[in-house]
């Protein structure tokens, strides 16, 4: 199959909450999908208003296959976690080219709520 996708990919509006009211848990998701015949290292810096960039979050995707990156899951070089209610941007960066898409769960009331789009990537 032929690798369809590109190497770099923003989502602008991420936000992980903290509260769950349910049995299921607010979180975000990363899904990535990697058509090519190489694993895809993937970086994923975040981006904030009125702190510095983190820069120590990273994944892998293998050759044909598929990773959806649980945001409230991954842990950082250090163990440094993603910061609960505080809005960021992510850039998404492969070795690979793949395809990305953001989803998130709130479920913070009884009534569930799933966001879910395909990130932008810039032309190459």
């Known amino acids: 199959m032929r690798p369809y996708g590109k190497k770099v990919w923003l989502i602008p509006d991420a936000f992980l909450g903290s509260e769950s009211a349910n049995d299921l848990t607010t979180h975000e998701a990363v899904c990535v999908i990697n058509t090519s015949g190489d694993d895809a ?7 904030f208003e009125d702190r510095e960039p983190m820069t120590c979050f990273s994944a892998k995707c293998g050759a044909m296959r598929t990773h959806h990156i649980r945001l409230d899951k991954i842990r ?6 993603i910061p609960y209610d505080t809005p960021y941007a992510i850039l998404l960066e492969s070795t690979a080219p793949v395809v990305a898409q953001y989803s998130r769960l709130d479920a913070s009331r009884a ?7 395909i990130a932008w990537s810039p032309e190459e």
């Not at 290292?41 to 981006?47: R, V, Y």
């Open 41 to 47: 290292d993937i970086a994923l810096t975040l981006l």
């Open 76 to 81: 950082g070089e250090g163990g440094e976690r």
């Open 111 to 117: 009534e569930l709520a799933l966001m879910t789009t």
